[in-house]
T-cell receptor
Framework: GEDVEQSLFLSVREGDSSVINCTYT??????LYWYKQEPGAGLQLLTY?????DMKQDQRLTVLLNKKDKHLSLRIADTQTGDSAIYFC?????????????FGKGTHLIIQP | SQTIHQWPATLVQPVGSPLSLECTVE??????LYWYRQAAGRGLQLLFY??????ISSEVPQNLSASRPQDRQFILSSKKLLLSDSGFYLC?????????FGSGTRLTVV
């Protein structure tokens, strides 16, 4: 079945850039999402990219998609303490609906002062 | 604008007791509704989804069940909780776009 892989932890210094990587296996992906989960809270949609795009930028966030290698990354510029959270990559198969979403296990972003 | 409410936020229940978690959505009609479970180190697992009143699809066989008595209400239930049911339960809704999540319920079965 469909699989989405992420590293479990990433540690960066405050002010540096964070790059969170994700690989997926589904060839029929339509959208790829990044969600943020702060401690004890639900998931908040951060950004998404359509599968025919290579890059999407939104303020401090840059999403890069390499469809050939099935690799997605989220870059957070000037990382702040408020960025400390778990970041989930999710892949939506063609057909839509959250029943078609596959989540990675999440990457814990740890910010060092 | 649409909002999703989920309660309670935390719950501690003994093994063998029943469970009822509720989720409601405001500001939209006929949403798709979902229950996910997040267990430590295991990511998000889709448990149930519903495309309409009374229509429930189960993704994972277990001792949990879901019901949708009204268009914007989704309930997760169990007759007898197991220790393995502990986790963080998230309700979500979607129309055509990405799903939006509730704030979650931390369930601890003791």
């Amino acid at each position: 079945g469909e699989d989405v892989e992420q590293s479990l932890f990433l540690s960066v210094r405050e002010g540096d850039s964070s790059v969170i990587n994700c690989t997926y296996t589904d060839s029929s992906s339509t959208y790829l999402y990044w969600y943020k989960q702060e401690p004890g809270a639900g998931l908040q949609l951060l950004t998404y990219i359509f599968s025919n795009m290579d890059m999407k930028q939104d303020q401090r966030l840059t999403v890069l998609l390499n469809k050939k290698d099935k690799h997605l990354s989220l870059r957070i510029a000037d990382t702040q303490t408020g960025d400390s959270a778990i970041y989930f990559c999710a892949d939506l198969e063609s057909g839509g609906g959250a029943d078609g979403l596959t989540f990675g296990k999440g990457t814990h972003l740890i910010i060092q002062p | 604008s649409q909002t999703i409410h989920q309660w309670p936020a935390t719950l501690v229940q003994p093994v063998g007791s029943p469970l009822s978690l509720e989720c409601t959505v405001e500001g939209t009609s006929n949403p798709n509704l979902y229950w996910y479970r997040q267990a430590a180190g295991r990511g998000l697992q889709l448990l149930f989804y519903s495309v309409g009143i009374g229509q429930i699809s189960s993704e994972v066989p277990q001792n949990l069940s879901a019901s949708r008595p009204q268009d914007r209400q989704f309930i997760l239930s169990s007759k007898k909780l197991l220790l393995s049911d502990s986790g963080f339960y998230l309700c979500a809704w979607s129309a055509r776009g990405s799903p939006s999540f509730g704030s979650g319920t931390r369930l601890t079965v003791v």
